[in-house]
């Protein structure tokens, strides 16, 4: 019998350090992302799940609408410092569908999809299911039969109908858009078959809107990480109700309980700056291990998003690099939470009631995951009409109604870039990379991944929301070409 010692199977690299820390408990469970090709699989048909009740049952296309739209998008391992993995797969992706080895249940009554895919090289099929509840969004189910929270209705607070946008729900009808505009938004639309819609507006009326086919004023569309900018308002407001203190403070994350841990050196700026450097081993088919910076598996793994990103390692020093990842937010959000909850408030009805229901917001709504946490990282919808009411009261410092809801001077932390080097600001953009040349170098944007954005521009008192359906292009020069046109016509 041979009793030398066997090497490890897993090559684990140096910065997943297995030495003990010298203090602290350190982290519960910390989690290792599954990217073998059947876990990849699995998400895949997650996300179709998802995108499937996001669009028929919180957008309410039609099926065939909502089936034309779907863009078929392959999970793929996240990526380390430098590097996003490219899509691996889509054109057998696309051939399953086209040849009916992937099948798609659409339950009307239960406002529930369910994906299978059929493929003997796993065995048995993978199948990946979401539902989606008002106020909940779609909500991804895996393989779960169920949630394990029950989605009760949440009380929302309603505008007043016939006070003017706005404040209230009745929009004026704009006046005729000047022909010169009309001529960029006729090519804006003509190169972005996934549009749903822009609306121009100032702090007191909507100067332009327009739609196409399948967008309505009455239509909630995708946000994706335009809700980031929810999540740092949020903040914002708890900074202004003295929940919170500063935004350099440590971040006061529930699970990270002890104060002399290394999490504590991750503060709410680098959070919300993407500074933090949460990551985790990434465990391959091979068996080999890479460093990983979550992206997308939040809106692909049926789990709770809050106790995930919290169980993340640090990497190296918070704040020295720039690192986008939707970890640091759900960070926020399960502080969020913990803030509402450890004061005994319901905490569904009051983070919708601390920010996008004081702005009459009414059709806005979160994604929450299977635990029931409304996600802090993405996936909101909410209709254009609405999505301009964030703009507008950046517009105005923080002011609504005459009430200051925001820190004097959050306008200006939020809409920022953090240094030169980078165009990110606080879960915003700004331009001074000219990403946008004929806009000034201080607008800044609330962005989402498919080009969903509202446009802040202070000087001009103007904000623009634009919608566009998951992974369709959009014609980025055609829309910087309507909002200059806007600013020189309508301003």
């Known amino acids: 019998m ?37 876990a990849l699989r699995q998400r895949t048909v997650n996300f179709a799940a998802k995108r499937f009740a996001d669009m028929r049952y ?21 990526g380390g410092l430098g590097f996003r993995a490219a899509p691996d797969g889509q054109a057998q992706l696309v051939a399953a569908h086209r040849d009916g080895s992937i099948v798609i249940d659409m339950d009307d009554a239960d406002r529930r ?53 706005p404040l209230g729900g ?43 086919e399948f967008g309505a004023p009455d239509r909630a569309t995708p946000s994706w990480s335009m809700t980031k900018a929810i999540t740092c308002t949020v903040i914002g407001r708890l900074i202004r109700e003295g929940w919170l203190a500063s935004v350099h403070d440590p971040a006061p994350a529930p699970l990270w309980r002890d104060p002399r841990g290394v999490h504590h050196l991750i503060t709410l700026d680098h959070l919300l700056r993407m500074r933090s450097w949460l990551g985790f081993p990434v465990v391959h088919g091979d068996g080999s291990a890479t460093i990983g910076f979550e992206n997308s598996a939040v809106y692909q793994d049926a789990g709770d998003a809050f106790a995930m990103a919290q169980r993340s390692v640090v990497a190296t020093v918070p704040g020295s690099v720039f690192r986008y990842i939707n970890s640091g937010l759900n960070v926020l959000g399960a502080i969020v939470r913990d803030q509402i909850e450890r004061r005994g408030m319901p905490y569904h009805e009051t983070l919708y009631g601390l920010l996008v229901d004081r702005l009459g917001m009414a059709s806005y709504q979160h994604s929450a995951d299977i635990a029931g946490n409304l996600i802090a990282s993405g996936a909101g919808f909410a209709t254009l009409r609405d999505y301009a009411k964030l703009g507008v009261l950046y517009l105005q410092g923080g002011m609504w109604d005459g009430e200051q809801l ?11 870039a953090t240094h030169t080097g980078t165009s990110y600001a606080a879960c915003f953009r700004s331009n001074i990379d000219r990403l946008f040349p004929d806009l000034p170098a201080d607008t800044a944007w609330a962005s989402g991944a498919s080009d969903q954005r509202i446009f802040i521009l202070r000087r001009h008192r103007l904000t623009v929301a634009v919608s566009n359906e998951t992974d369709h292009p959009m014609d980025l020069a055609a829309l910087n070409r309507v909002i200059a046109t806007a600013v020189a016509t309508l301003t």
């Open 406 to 416: 925001l820190p004097p001077g959050w306008a200006d932390y939020a809409l920022s």
């Open 58 to 78: 919180v957008s309410a296309l039609d099926r065939a609408t909502a089936e034309r739209h779907l863009r078929w998008r392959p999970a793929v391992a996240p």
């Open 2 to 38: 041979n009793d030398e010692p066997r090497a490890p199977t897993t090559l684990i690299e140096p910065y997943f350090d297995r030495t003990p820390q010298p203090f602290g408990d350190g982290l519960p469970d910390p989690v290792v992302y599954d990217a073998s090709p059947l």
């Open 113 to 165: 999809v369910a994906v299978r895919w059929n493929d003997s090289g796993f065995g048995e099929p993978v199948i990946g299911a979401a539902m989606a509840r008002p106020g909940y969004g779609g909500i991804v189910l895996g393989t779960h039969a169920g949630l394990s929270f029950d989605p009760k209705p949440i009380a929302r607070r309603q505008p007043d109908s016939g006070r003017a946008w």
């Open 170 to 212: 009745a929009v004026e009808t704009p006046s005729a858009a000047p022909v010169e505009l009309t001529r960029a938004l006729d090519a804006f639309f003509a190169g972005s078959t996934g549009a749903y819609g822009v609306l121009i507006a100032t702090p007191e009326r909507v100067l332009c809107e327009r739609y196409s």
